[in-house]
C-alpha cells in the first residue's frame, strides 16, 4: 500500500504566476488535510477536506489560496498570483475517518520557492 | 489564546540515556494528544495517541505521559539511540471551525551524540 503521494516535490514560481500542489491520500483514506510549515516553524492547518466535499477551511487565507478534492483523482491546493512570502514547505495528510479517532499519514511535502 | 508549547532549544544527549521532551499548553482541554517525529526534509511520522483518560501509553523504547490537570505530556525515549535524532512534534486536536483538527507544536529538535 503506497503512502500518501505528493508532487511536485519541489517547486518554483515566478511572483504572479500559479502554484498547483497534488496529493493522493492512502488508497483507501477519505479525508485529506493541507499543512504548510515555514523553517523554524509549526505545521500550520490549512484546510481539511473530504472527496468533494471542503470540511474546514479556517486555515485558508482568505485571498488567492484554494483547494480541492474531486471524486477522481488528487487533491490539489491551488495557490494563484504567487508571492515570496508564499515559499514554504506544504505538507499533504491523509486518515481513513476522523482525526478524533486515528493518527495521520503525511506526505513528503512540496517545497515551493517564490523568486 | 489556545497555545502549545515545545522547548524550542535543542535537546543533546548521549547514547543510551533516556530523553524527555516536554509538550505543554494552555487555555485548552484536548480529548487526545499526539506525538510525531519529522526528519530534514520529509513528512511527520505518527508514533503515538493518547488518550485525556489515559496516564500513559507504551510503544516498545517510546513512553507518553498525560497529565491533564497540569496541561502537560512528557514523551520518553529510552535507550536512545543516534538513528532517534529528529525533531519531535506534538499535537493536540483543536475544535477548529467546527471539526476536530491536528493543531501542532513548534517541534523539539532531539540530538543523540554516540
Known amino acids: 500500500n503506497a503512502g500518501v503521494m505528493q508532487n511536485p516535490r519541489h517547486l518554483v514560481r515566478r511572483r504572479g504566476q500559479e502554484a498547483r500542489l497534488r496529493c493522493s491520500p492512502m488508497?483507501?483514506?477519505?479525508?485529506v488535510y493541507w499543512y504548510r510549515q515555514l523553517p523554524e516553524e509549526g505545521l500550520k492547518f490549512m484546510v481539511y477536506?473530504?472527496?468533494?466535499?471542503?470540511?474546514?477551511e479556517s486555515g485558508m487565507p482568505k485571498e488567492r489560496f484554494s483547494a480541492e478534492f474531486p471524486k477522481e483523482g488528487p487533491s490539489i491546493l491551488r495557490i494563484q498570483q504567487v508571492v515570496r512570502g508564499d515559499s514554504a514547505a506544504y505538507f499533504c495528510?491523509?486518515?481513513?475517518?476522523?482525526?478524533?479517532?486515528?493518527?495521520?499519514?503525511f506526505g513528503p511535502g512540496t517545497r515551493l520557492t517564490v523568486l | 489564546s489556545q497555545k502549545i508549547e515545545q522547548n524550542s532549544e535543542a535537546l543533546n544527549i548521549q547514547e543510551g540515556k533516556t530523553a524527555t521532551l516536554t509538550c505543554n499548553y494552555t487555555?485548552?482541554?484536548?480529548?487526545?494528544l499526539q506525538w510525531y517525529r519529522q526528519d530534514p526534509g520529509r513528512g511527520p511520522v505518527f508514533l503515538l495517541l493518547?488518550?485525556?483518560?489515559?496516564k500513559e501509553k507504551r510503544k516498545e523504547r517510546l513512553k507518553v505521559t498525560f497529565d491533564t490537570t497540569l496541561k502537560q505530556s512528557l514523551f520518553h525515549i529510552t535507550a536512545s539511540q543516534p538513528a532517534d535524532s529528529a525533531t519531535y512534534l506534538c499535537?493536540?486536536?483543536?475544535?477548529?471551525?467546527?471539526?476536530?483538527?491536528?493543531?501542532f507544536g513548534r517541534g523539539t529538535s532531539l540530538i543523540v551524540h554516540p
Open positions: 487555555n485548552y482541554s484536548p480529548a487526545y
Open positions: 488508497k483507501g483514506h477519505s479525508h
Open positions: 477536506l473530504q472527496k468533494e466535499n471542503i470540511i474546514d
Open positions: 493518547i488518550r485525556e483518560n489515559e
Open positions: 499535537a493536540l486536536d483543536m475544535i477548529t471551525g467546527g471539526s476536530y483538527i491536528p493543531t
Open positions: 495528510a491523509s486518515s481513513p475517518s476522523s482525526p478524533l479517532v486515528s493518527e495521520q499519514f
